[in-house]
């Protein structure tokens, strides 16, 4: 029931029911070892199948991230992959809407739609979401990003 629900829910942003769905089980923690900006920019020094994940993320024009809204944030393993996105990004900090995010290393970055998955419409606990989402760097270098929230009772 919540698969189909998703599914018509990215048909709303023109996007292939038969998008490859990603696991993210099996990728570590950021060690803030900083290789990915002064030793091998651009690339993990972690060998856990990031940096084949940040590829497939970085060749696709959409990307649509899927996760229960806990507390008004992700799920700890989508959280652990936005963290993860740190080679993604020059090791200088840029200035946008009076926000201090990192400046992308790249021209251009997939468009962005997260899904959100939640048991009850908490106002403040979908806000805090959209807040965090809208922050995030990846958020920052996107031409687009969307959030929808989907209400779910199985969650």
Request: hydrophobic residues 35%; contains cysteine; positive net charge.
């Amino acid at each position: 029931m919540l698969r189909s629900t998703i599914h018509n829910a990215v048909k709303d942003y023109g996007i292939d029911e038969n998008a490859e769905w990603i696991d993210l089980q099996g990728i570590g923690y950021c060690k803030g070892c900083d290789c990915c900006h002064k030793v091998n920019p651009g690339v993990c020094a972690v060998n856990d199948g990031l940096n084949e994940l940040l590829r497939k993320y970085m060749n696709s024009e959409q990307v649509v991230i899927v996760s229960p809204v806990i507390f008004g944030c992700l799920n700890s393993s989508v959280k652990n992959f936005i963290d993860r996105t740190q080679p993604l990004f020059m090791p200088l900090q840029a200035s946008k809407s009076g926000k201090t995010i990192m400046k992308g290393r790249y021209e251009k970055y997939p468009d962005l739609v997260f899904i959100g998955v939640c048991d009850n419409q908490d106002n403040t606990m979908i806000k805090t979401f959209r807040n965090f989402i809208t922050t995030s760097n990846i958020s920052s270098v996107s031409n687009k990003v969307h959030v929808k929230i989907i209400q779910d009772m199985s969650v």
